[in-house]
């Protein structure tokens, strides 16, 4: 009788850890999906900022005398700041997921390059 107790309290155990796995993945799955979606915004972003310095024909931001023009640089400029600290946010909580895990991260080549990755937004 205690060996059957021991088993079902085992198995409690095991369902519960499966379950927090469960969770853990759905959860990294969830921010994986996150970082590829702030990834093409600040692609996009990018893009705009490329258009938008065209436009300005090389001048400096400060010579830039339409007011139209140099409040929509300020507001990418801004976009493009706030697109990068989610970046840097988003790519650490999966780095600290996987890390927190337990899973053998080391010895995953795709896991060990997202959690020692360096930042590709640079900045």
Do not use: C, F, Y
Request: proline share 2%.
């Amino acid at each position: 009788m205690p060996l059957i107790h021991k088993r079902d309290a085992s198995s409690i155990a095991v369902t519960k850890l499966s379950t927090q796995i469960k969770k853990g993945k759905q959860e990294l799955r969830q921010i994986e999906i996150e970082n590829i979606n702030i990834g093409r915004e600040n692609a996009q972003l990018a893009a705009q900022m490329i258009a938008l310095a065209a436009e300005a024909n090389n001048q400096r931001k400060e010579d830039i005398t339409d007011p139209k023009l140099r409040q929509q640089l300020d507001e990418l400029e801004a976009e493009m700041k706030l697109s990068r600290q989610k970046w840097r946010v988003m790519k650490a909580t999966a780095s600290a997921a996987i890390v927190g895990s337990g899973v053998d991260w080391a010895r995953d080549p795709q896991l060990l390059k997202v959690v020692l990755d360096e930042d590709e937004m640079g900045g």
